[in-house]
């Protein structure tokens, strides 16, 4: 057992070719390479486009990270990558780079689980997660709210998107309003110029019986599909869209049902800790809501910097840092890329 790892972590579970590296519980570097740009004219990731990036980008940031760290190869405990979820093609460009290292270096790998990994990352920002911590991560393609007793090796699912995530909803309403890709940034921005009051969109999944049946999960195609209505009735009726009243309606609808049922959760289970991750996360609104919300149910709240929220190594790393310090089993050097690997299964 080693108190201080030197762990490098690879994330390339999407479109970001992200290296980080940590000792401890200290971050030393997060390098990204994205290919947000070669995929904004598709209006969304294109999985082909996206291995191409990360085939070309890897070699490049692990150097960068070393570089920037004061770090040589040889130097590291372990190395971590991300082995699922994720697209198939940039999962296996991360975990063949990730064996490849370990194999030349001789040094133990870690394939982990990017959910549980973002929820790791925060203990780089704020210190040790206390356990349990409750967590609701919100991103493209997960919004889920998680019972986390302990990061390396037990996460409990309470509830999870049953169709579009959160920051899929983001994405397809930005489309509608004629917002850029990706959706989420430039919603958060026209919506602050808006009315969040202005248009009384759908809560999903929080009437009565909804409740009932699915407590902690979530729906948001029911919203995106009530703001592509609203607008394309406007636009036929010859009348111009709110852009910023419409942004702000509609943003206001996701993190009302996001906070309400994570301060929920937290009641219910007898957490006094929200850790809130994933691209979602650095959503102005929800950190604003979520905070308010917190301290009046006497909640400490807990969220990473904007840069830590998106994917990155640094969460990664972060993740394989905790799994050294804990004493916890390397993966074999045969592990697999697992597309749709559960939450709850933390380490391949």
Not at 17 to 25: D, S
Not at 102 to 121: R, T, W
Not at 171 to 191: E, I
Request: hydrophobic content about 45%; some cysteine; charged content about 20%.
């Amino acid at each position: 057992m080693i108190d201080e790892p030197l762990v490098l972590g690879i994330e390339t579970s999407c479109d970001e070719t992200g290296v980080g590296i940590v000792r401890g519980q200290t971050l030393l570097v997060d390098t990204v390479a994205s290919s947000v740009e070669e995929h904004a004219r598709f209006g969304g990731v294109v999985p082909e486009v996206a291995s191409r990036a990360h085939l070309e980008a890897m070699v490049p940031t692990i150097e960068r990270a070393c570089r920037e760290a004061g770090v040589q190869l040889r130097d590291l405990d372990a190395i971590s990558v991300t082995s699922g979820p994720g697209l198939a093609g940039a999962l296996l460009v991360g975990v063949a780079s990730a064996k490849a290292l370990a194999l030349a270096l001789g040094k133990p790998i870690y394939g982990v689980n990017h959910l549980a990994s973002h929820v790791a990352v925060d203990i780089v920002e704020h210190g040790p997660l206390p356990e349990p911590t409750m967590a609701m991560l919100v991103s493209g393609g997960h919004s889920s709210l998680l019972l986390v007793p302990d990061v390396t090796n037990d996460v409990r699912s309470l509830g999870a998107t049953m169709d579009d995530a959160a920051g899929e909803a983001f994405d397809k309403v930005a489309r509608v309003l004629g917002l850029p890709f990706p959706g989420g940034p430039h919603v958060d921005r026209a919506a602050r110029e808006g009315n969040r009051i202005a248009i009384d969109f759908p809560r999903g999944l929080t009437t009565g019986r909804d409740m009932e049946r699915h407590r902690f999960d979530f729906s948001f195609s029911g919203l995106k599909t009530a703001v592509a209505r609203w607008v394309e009735t406007r636009q036929r009726a010859g009348e111009n869209v709110p852009v910023a009243d419409v942004a702000a309606s509609f943003q206001e609808a996701v993190v009302d049902v996001l906070t309400r049922k994570a301060l929920l959760a937290c009641r219910e289970h007898d957490v006094d800790h929200l850790l809130i991750g994933g691209g979602v996360a650095a959503n102005s609104r929800l950190r604003a809501l979520a905070q308010e919300r917190c301290d009046k149910a006497g909640v400490t709240l807990r969220v990473p910097r904007p840069g830590l929220c998106t994917d990155n190594g640094a969460m990664v790393a972060a993740l394989g840092a905790q799994m050294v310090a804990k004493g916890r089993e390397p993966s074999d050097l045969g592990l697999p890329t697992d597309s749709s690997m559960p939450v709850t299964l933390v380490q391949a």
